[in-house]
């Protein structure tokens, strides 16, 4: 995720952009990836991935296996270790699972080697 995908998702938190789950963008509000301008079908997720330094393949949830953090996380586990967790697929699940805000998604969403 670069600068500027996490410059765009404070914006939305600083400018009250209602936040919703387990959809990209309804009249309702958006999800992370809705706000980075993924359209409701996911049609244009590529293009949205590529401004935004999305392709990247994140090694783990920010939240793996951390007692202190709730829901604990195994999401990449060591037994599928050959798996690998494209960033945008992140976004979501930091969005859907772990509740966390726009705000919370910038400050926490990992480095990645692609930016
Ligand atoms: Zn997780």
């Given amino acids: 995720m670069n600068q500027e995908a996490r410059d765009k998702l404070v914006e939305a938190e600083l400018s009250g952009v209602k936040q919703i789950r387990g959809a990209l ?9 809705g706000v980075l301008g993924v359209n409701e079908d996911a049609s244009n997720i590529q293009q949205i991935r590529d401004l935004y330094g999305l392709n990247g393949l994140a090694k783990r949830c920010p939240f793996y ?7 604990a996380c195994f999401y990449y586990s060591p037994a599928s270790r050959f798996e690998v967790l494209v960033e945008s697929s992140l976004v979501i699940h930091l969005n859907d699972v772990h509740h966390l805000s726009f705000l919370d998604i910038a400050r926490k969403f990992p480095e990645s080697s692609s930016d």
């Fill in 25 to 33: 963008v309804t009249k309702d509000g958006k999800c992370a990836l």
């Fill in 65 to 71: 296996g951390t007692e202190n953090e709730r829901p």
